[in-house]
């Protein structure tokens, strides 16, 4: 019974921990889909003259002679608030090299005449995405195009400009920028063409949702360790308790089978004819010099079978009673010898001394006939027969006086 408690108890942790995992996944599940970032990429398509190979050939910013150079790569990202759509126009950077980072609402830059369009071309720093953005917007520029500098320099995020949301912005990474800002810083005309590149979802989790998602995994590992731990003891103190209970009952097996009678057949002993019973363990039939033990139900077997036999199931291999109950020994009684003083003599055995609990006749490994004249009264046997002479293969019991 109390392995079926332990291993219910055990059960309903098992299906807590995986109800509360399952609950904790949604939960998460739940969590990513809400916090999802979608971003576009952006294709930039720059165009600008490359100088004659004679430094004289051509004037500078693209005259005569001069070849045209397009390179087009999707490395841009739009920021999170900019509208995706495309845009054109000349790139252009702050007139002074003071004011490149374009932190300062005051910052000039060097605007094509007759109201082309330009792009601003501003590094990352110093200032958030949404001042640079908003101060080449107010010059009216027709998109701005910020460079990462620093660490990741190859890669782009999805900028944050909340409230600058009616110009085109992107990121590029820190190589493209810098070639750019070479050329320009030659004199050379760069025309750059942004459109519109591939939709990105990407869904990831928060650093509250990790939070709760760890703090929900430890608790439920606690737990679960927790009741593994209660198990394990519980199982401990069950295997110790039945070893305890198998050696108290085998130690009290071990008592009631040394209380047990035995004899020896002798040749002519009814026991040897052929109508007699078997022993019912080894179903083999009684030979002269065989050893029977005998038990209080009056069945006898082969003392070297029944022995081992009472040592596990302290019952007749016949009838199934039970010994221990049969000589009054207690299953958890450890040095107890006391025994019923009229419990053997009813079973017409040998008297037991009321004190000692030990037999006043020694019967072990003898050749026994109870004579049908001895009967028992109380403690005392008294012998019927006056005939003094016993019989060949007889001992005849006389009464035990103090």
């Known amino acids: 019974m109390a392995m079926s408690l332990i291993q ?10 995986l109800l509360s995992f399952c ?20 294709f930039v398509n720059i165009t600008y003259p490359e100088p004659a190979p004679d430094p004289g050939a051509g004037a500078a910013g693209g005259g005569g002679g001069a070849e045209l150079h397009t390179e087009k790569t999707e490395c841009g ?18 007139s002074s090299a003071h004011d490149r980072l374009a932190c300062d609402p005051n910052t000039k830059f060097a605007a094509p ?21 908003r101060n080449a917007f107010l010059q009216n520029a027709s998109a701005v195009v910020i460079f990462n500098v ?3 320099t190859n890669e782009t995020i999805t900028m944050p400009h909340a409230g600058v949301e009616d110009i085109v912005a992107i990121m590029i990474p820190e190589p493209k920028g810098k070639e750019i800002v070479s050329l320009l810083e030659r004199n050379i005309t760069v025309t750059m063409y942004i459109t519109i590149g591939t939709r990105n979802l990407q869904k990831y989790v928060s650093r509250t949702s990790v939070v709760f998602v760890s703090i929900s995994f430890i608790v439920l590992m606690i737990i679960s360790l927790a009741w593994l731990v209660f198990y394990y003891i519980q199982r401990f103190r069950y295997a110790n308790a039945r070893d305890r209970n198998q050696r ?13 009678q035995i004899r020896t057949i002798k040749k002519g002993d009814k026991e040897t004819e052929s109508d007699f019973d078997n022993c019912a363990v080894c179903i083999e039939g009684y030979k002269p010099n065989d050893v029977v033990r005998i038990l209080p139900c009056r069945h006898l077997f082969h003392k070297s079978c029944v022995d081992p036999w009472l040592l596990d ?35 017409g055995g040998p008297p037991t001394n009321q004190i000692t609990g030990a037999s006043d006749t020694t019967v072990n490994e003898s050749s026994v ?11 005392l046997q008294v012998v019927q027969d006056t005939d003094p002479i016993p019989q060949e293969g007889e001992v005849i019991f006389t009464t035990n006086r103090p």
């Open 313 to 347: 199931h302290r019952t007749c291999p016949m009838c199934k009673m039970n010994i221990l109950k049969a000589l009054g020994i207690p299953p958890n009684a450890d040095c107890m010898d006391d025994l019923p003083t009229d419990f053997e003599g009813s079973l």
């Open 150 to 152: 620093g660490s990741n």
């Open 77 to 94: 990202r739009y920021g999170e608030h900019s509208p995706k759509q495309d845009a054109r126009g000349e790139v252009v950077m702050a």
């Open 113 to 133: 005449t007759h109201g082309k369009n330009w792009i601003a071309l501003i590094p990352k720093g110093n200032c958030t995405y949404r001042d640079k953005i």
């Open 369 to 379: 006939t109870l004579d049908p004249a001895v009967r028992t009264v109380g403690a």
């Open 248 to 260: 108290r009952l085998g130690d009290a097996a071990k008592k009631a089978i040394s209380k047990l």
């Open 8 to 17: 219910a108890c055990c059960s309903l942790a098992l299906s807590t921990w």
């Open 23 to 42: 609950f904790v996944h949604l939960l998460c599940l739940d969590f990513t889909v809400a916090e999802k970032e979608e971003w576009y990429t952006a």
